[in-house]
């Protein structure tokens, strides 16, 4: 019965720090005006590996400098890049970009209306925990455990009636 307890002490601690941490890192760059975004390829590996997210602060074109590195849209908002500026046209607003792993820039290029900023800092692998295939595992996994937690905390009870009901309270009829 001990070990029991202990168990669900355990699996109620592990959801409450699993549900802390997903709010701390979702809420508190909100706070702070960052947006958060996924690394999904290895352009930028030297930098920020495959799967690291990245907090992203919003910056006016005017003071992003050739060296530096911006985050923007591609694909009409369907995706998001991170990349360092090898060429900027700071009369029309456009940044022109490469991977550091790359060995040419990048076709096209970032116009203002596509720049979400550049990354003020980043959380290596975590981004891998954005995925959706992650969310769909994790969710399946959160609600098993809070459904195990649920059946032990309804059969805990039960029992626990079922005991009080059969112990003597001393108040019974006693014949003399």
């Not at 001990?2 to 802390?20: D, E, F, H, P, Y």
């Not at 999904?40 to 060296?67: H, W």
């Not at 890049?81 to 790359?102: H, I, N, Q, S």
């Amino acid at each position: 019965m001990k070990q029991l307890t202990r168990i669900n002490a355990l699996g109620s601690l592990v959801l409450v720090v699993m549900m802390a941490l997903a709010i701390i890192i979702t809420l508190l760059p909100h706070l702070l005006g960052l947006t958060i975004a996924v690394i999904r390829d290895d352009a930028m590996q030297s930098t920020y590996p495959n799967g690291s997210l990245v907090f992203v602060r919003q910056q006016a074109v005017k003071e992003i400098n050739v060296g530096e590195i911006i985050t923007y849209y591609v694909d009409q908002g369907e995706e998001v890049m991170t990349r360092r500026v090898v060429a900027k046209d700071a009369d029309a607003e456009v940044f022109y970009t490469k991977g550091d792993r790359l060995a040419q820039s990048e076709e096209g290029k970032v116009t203002k209306r596509n720049l979400l900023g550049q990354p003020v800092f980043h959380l290596p692998y975590l981004g891998f925990l954005a995925t959706a295939d992650f969310v769909h595992y994790a969710q399946m996994i959160f609600w098993l455990i809070a459904g195990g937690l649920t059946l032990y905390s309804g059969w805990t009870l039960t029992r626990t009636v079922r005991l009080q009901k059969k112990a003597p309270t001393g108040w019974e009829e006693r014949e003399f």
